[in-house]
């Protein structure tokens, strides 16, 4: 009896090594690899052919911008799952609001924070965030 839970561990063990494989396997299979056809390795966009470099670079703002919708993204999940610990009966509602509350803070402060460094208005490329100037298609009015 001591030996069944082995069985366990090395048959979750085996589909595990086999999944990952498997896997490895069927993306090897199905890649894109250029069998001699000129035309297989140019990228695709409607019918266009591409012009310049196709592996362009983003700017920092997007990243910072998918950093933020991430960071609140996750608030979302955390403040359903305490709703539904607020609905319980047994709970105690004063304690759980105020670490809602707390929590809410941190993360206004952070986004006031971002908000004061000027992370969340967007540039363009070059511009850098201690530029005074006004961004690429505002104009400063002549006084």
Same mark, same amino acid.
């Given at each position: 009896m001591a030996l069944t839970g082995i069985w366990y561990v090395l048959g979750f063990a085996f589909a595990a090594g086999s999944f990952a494989f498997l896997t490895f396997g069927a993306a090897w299979l199905v890649s894109h690899r250029n069998r001699g056809d000129v035309h297989k390795g140019l990228p695709y966009e409607s019918g266009i052919d591409t012009y310049g470099d196709t592996h362009g670079r +983003?700017?920092?703002? +997007? /990243?910072? /911008?998918a950093l933020l919708f991430v960071a609140f993204d996750i608030e979302v999940v955390f403040i359903y799952l305490w709703a539904l610990i607020f609905r319980n009966p047994g709970a105690d509602a004063g304690a759980l609001f105020i670490s809602m509350l707390v929590f809410v803070g941190i993360l206004l402060f952070g986004l006031a924070y971002a908000w004061r460094k000027g992370v969340l208005s967007w540039r363009g490329p070059g511009e850098a965030i201690g530029d005074r100037r &006004? &961004?690429?298609?505002?104009?400063?009015s002549p006084e």
């Open positions: +983003f700017g920092l703002s +997007f /990243y910072i /911008y &006004p &961004p690429t298609g505002e104009h400063s």
